[in-house]
């Protein structure tokens, strides 16, 4: 007889809450039990990084992975480097570039400035003739009224910048030929009058225009300045991202020369060669148009601006000569400037010669101006004022007309020849500089292409 076993005495024990809530969603007999799926990833939630980092700790690991790190650096060193240059080349060209159309700019306003002072110099001029006025003179003074109503609308269109400055100009021209065209009806008529619409005119063209002019040219010279500067400073575009580049291939030849039985890795060394060749001639290169840059600002560009300011002081004084001989023995004012300007012409010519660019202007032709005013001074001083005017408005030889028309002549050709020169300095400064540029991405290639390759040789050894 058998005893039953303690297993069938034994009762069952309870069931888990785990194991109920199993039962519970259990199969129905005689089923596979279903397998619950994963939850799904909300709508739009990033993927997974872990297999990304995963993979990338992988690449890294190991003397391998260091390789890679290498290569990678070498390769965004030499890109780096490669468009650092390209940049350097191309800030310093739109410098030099921008350079020369302010320094354009400069002598376009200057030009305005000395044509808006020799038209009134000549009609203060011709209004001592008295009656109608020498055709020549009419000309003369018609041709530069044109003239600066031609550069106003060049110089608005060159330079946007001085738009509202150049319209608030014109309008003061137009303003003052207007009291100009009264004055001259007034004095064909012999009426006292037309002496005052004349000061009226000339006193306002210095009030209003001239200062207008000056606010402009300063401001145009200040950017030239500007713009030469930022000529210079572009070549730490070049130094810094070549010295950086040089720093991560060398670290790169030498962590492979400590790892490998080779000391010279030799496409790296070839990525090294290319980047130092390259800064080196960039920055000599880069070093000879700062160089070329200060010598025509400090050469020709200066030369320009000394000789236009001579020429505009010495319309002014020749304006304010004929404005004393109109006031009739009341214009101490006028000549005080005059002398003011006069001197300011001997300024310049002070400034030409400390200048080491030659531009042949004769201090003589001035001199010589200077001497027959002196002159017409004494003869009005001494009550002669008809012989004073008729030394001031003759053709002859020795005569302020004259001997003005000869210092005339001469500065508007040394200008002329100036500022071609700075135009010409500055165009041959820049001209390489594109060039430098589209060479300097093809070097940033080359090297990271020979920095990968070298890293690379290394890699197939743990393969």
């Known amino acids: ?59 890294l ?9 290498l290569g990678v650096l070498g390769v965004v060193a ?19 570039d921008r350079a020369a159309a302010n320094a354009d700019q400069v002598v376009r306003i200057q030009a305005i400035q000395t044509n808006v002072v020799q038209a009134d110099a000549v009609a203060t001029n011709a209004f001592l003739v008295g009656g109608l006025e020498p055709a020549s003179q009419r000309e003369a003074y018609t041709t530069a009224i044109a003239t600066a109503s031609a550069l106003i609308a060049e110089a608005a269109q060159n330079q946007p910048a001085d738009g509202a400055a150049l319209a608030a100009l014109n309008a003061e021209l137009v303003a003052y030929a207007g009291q100009i065209e009264i004055a001259r009806a ?73 790892h490998s039985h080779r000391y010279v890795n030799v496409p790296l060394a070839g990525a090294a060669l290319v980047v130092l060749v390259t800064l080196v001639g960039g920055a000599a290169g880069l ?22 300011a001579a020429r505009t002081a010495a319309f002014d004084a020749k304006a304010n000569e004929s404005l004393t001989l109109i006031a009739r023995g009341s214009g101490a004012a006028f000549q005080e400037a005059w002398a003011a300007s006069s001197e300011a012409v001997t300024t310049q010519f002070a400034t030409l010669e400390a200048n080491l660019v030659a531009t042949g202007l004769d201090e003589q032709l001035w001199a010589d101006y200077v001497a027959a005013h002196e002159e017409i001074r004494a003869l009005d001083d001494s009550g002669d004022w008809d012989g004073a005017v008729d030394l001031a408005t003759g053709t002859g030889a020795g005569t302020g007309n004259t ?20 135009a010409s300095s500055l165009a041959d400064t820049g001209g390489w500089l594109p060039i430098g540029g589209i060479l300097s991405v093809l070097v940033g290639l080359l090297a990271a292409g020979l920095s990968w390759w070298g890293v690379s040789q290394r890699l197939e050894e743990y393969r």
């Open 186 to 258: 007034n004095n064909r008529q012999g009426l006292p009058i037309g002496a005052q619409y004349l000061r009226s005119a000339s006193a306002d063209l210095r009030a209003q225009a001239l200062p207008l002019l000056s606010n402009l040219a300063q401001a145009n010279d200040e950017r030239v300045a500007l713009e030469f500067n930022r000529a210079g400073q572009a070549l730490w575009w070049l130094m810094v991202p070549g010295l950086l580049a040089l720093a991560a291939l060398g670290a790169a030849l030498t962590w492979i020369a400590r």
């Open 287 to 308: 070093l000879g148009v700062k160089a070329d840059v200060d010598t025509t600002r400090d050469g020709e560009y200066a030369a320009t601006r000394a000789v236009a």
């Open 1 to 59: 007889m058998t005893t039953p076993t303690s297993a069938m005495a034994t009762p069952p024990p309870p069931p888990t809450p785990s194991a109920a809530a199993a039962a519970a969603t259990a199969a129905p007999a005689g089923r596979p039990a279903a397998t619950p799926a994963p939850p799904a990833p909300p709508a739009g939630a990033p993927a997974p990084s872990g297999a990304a980092r995963s993979a990338l700790t992988g690449l």
């Open 78 to 96: 030499a890109l780096v480097f490669g468009l650092g240059a390209a940049q350097a080349f191309r800030s310093a060209s739109g410098a030099v």
């Open 61 to 69: 690991a190991g003397t391998p992975g260091r390789l890679r790190a």
């Open 403 to 422: 001997t003005f028309a000869a210092f005339d002549e001469d500065s508007a050709q040394v200008l002329s020849d100036v500022a071609d020169r700075t």
